[in-house]
């Protein structure tokens, strides 16, 4: 590695405390360690919030109390003029309101004075591995991925209309996977075709919840995108008992590499194949990376997965800062909340779902009831959906999964009805081959 190469992976800091010795005291810290580069320090919130946009740092290093702008305005100018740039807070106190207004005002992380080394040390480096979705897409400049989106809706001009619906949560363990499974079986009606893709490309939980046994993946696809046709993908896909097809990620979590290798390829690939589908549900790890980010530019629609919590709110919040960032339109974006107690299971145990809004500044599209777990886990033992294991329509989580099925095709309706007089096989001839016309034609 040439030093200029080893130069652009160092983490560059700003650091803004209004005590000299606090300031001095920090940057001797972090000078033990090599990939941080300290480029600059200001003593006052103003002066910090000119030295962000001048320098445009990776990681601000903010104190609370100082005079002229304090550290929390301070953060919130950063935040919105400099996105790239991530704000850890420090101050003496560390009570829960403090955190939560440090949350409110943007900051990433919290650090308590005084500066304990081994923590400065990790949170730098998760805040700043964290930060980087929000990076690439402020040093990509918008108007690449709006370009990518517009791209997209043109090459999906197949037969059918192809939508691509991707199911996201910055939280782990939030049910994306439960509700892009069930979302992609509801979608499925008489004459729609639907796809299920696996991209968690690790621990994709797919195979578990409707067992199926990878035979091809993702993987197999990712070596010839050019040469890329329909009988080839139709032998990659697996079909559920049910009918659903499904296309499975790496078998072996070592495999990822190879997909993230080529960041671009898995949203290339389903857009690809999107004119042979109406609609193509995408489930996503909490990963912000590279891979996500194609498959969101792609999306015609993401369904953003929350649960009614502090650290679930700011997530969010924080997702629909990149996605207005990215320039995505507001209604691209489906905000669901996911583990919803009601009041008879204690109200306390979660935030209000109008104090999450207000928060978030935005509409909740869903909200779907904690349910008694065994109700889904009787479903994947028995490998099917949820709305598909649980037979009455009205109960809980059933209802709200097949509402959200119900919102998405009605608002992302297929263009010609599917109701034909044509009998399946024919109809699936005549799909195939207008499929292979059109990729012979690009
Ligand atoms: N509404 C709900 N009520 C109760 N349990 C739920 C609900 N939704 C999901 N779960 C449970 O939460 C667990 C996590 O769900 P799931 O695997 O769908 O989440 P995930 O976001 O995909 O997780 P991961 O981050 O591991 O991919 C599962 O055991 C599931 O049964
Ligand atoms: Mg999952």
Redesign the pocket.
Known sequence: MTSQDANKNLITILLVDDIPETRENIKKLLAFEPDFKVIGSAGTGREGVDMAKEHRPDIIIMDINMPDMDGLQATNHITKAVPMSAVIIMSVQDDVDYMRRAMLAGARDFLKKPIDMDELYNTIRTVYKNHEAMRLAAKSGAATPLEALQKAKSEGSGERSGHIIVVY?P?????????ATNLASGLMKEGIKVLLADA?LQ?G?IPTFLNLQAQFTVVDLIEDIEDLDAEHFDNIVQTHESGLKVLLGPQRPEFADEVKAKPQAYADILKKVSGNYDFLVV?T??NLDEVSLALFDAATRIIL?GTPTLPGAKSIRFVLDLFDQLQYPPEKTMIVL??VYDEAQGKNATLPTDRIQNFLKRPISLT??????RV??RA?VKAVPVIAFERNPNNP?VKQLLELANTIYKTLKPPDEPEQTKDKAGKDKERRSSFLQRLGRS
């Open positions: 949560s939280q782990g363990g939030a049910g994306t996977t439960t509700i968690d621990f939980d489930d790890s909490v997965i996911n583990k779907i009831p904690m349910v008694d777990e889904i886990l994947i989580p």
